[in-house]
């Protein structure tokens, strides 16, 4: 059984930072992709960013050259961090974990999400 625990939202202003972090609890955290979605109200979920456990990277449109996400295998964490924030970026942020390897493959596990709101 996965559990994510996503940290680090907030409250910014527009043009600020904040970094998003994703706690993996379970086992085999590399036979994992993990990412980042989003959902703003009334608004469907929408996939901002994912990592390979090699470190491909993948980033919507919206974000590609402000956000940046990362993996940390000692800590089996995952990381987003947010520059440049703008008001389009308000919404709940969810992490995922989607299995590919070994007995994870076809698995799919989601975090509670944490609230960003950029606002001035």
């Known amino acids: 059984q996965v559990e994510l625990a996503e940290s680090g939202g907030g409250l910014v202003q527009p043009g600020g930072s904040l970094r998003l972090s994703c706690a993996f609890s379970?086992?085999?955290?590399?036979?994992?992709?993990m990412g980042w979605y989003r959902q703003a109200p009334g608004k469907q979920r929408e996939l901002v960013s994912t990592i390979t456990s090699g470190s491909s990277t993948f980033y919507e449109d919206s974000v590609q050259g402000r956000f940046t996400i990362s993996r940390d295998h000692a800590k089996n964490t995952v990381y987003l961090q947010m520059n440049s924030l703008k008001p389009e970026d308000t919404a709940v942020y969810y992490c995922?974990?989607?299995?590919?390897?070994?007995?994870?493959?076809?698995?799919?596990?989601w975090g509670q999400g944490t609230q960003v709101t950029v606002s001035s």
């Open positions: 995922n974990a989607r299995g590919i390897l070994y007995t994870a493959r076809g698995s799919t596990y």
């Open positions: 379970g086992r085999d955290f590399s036979a994992y992709v």
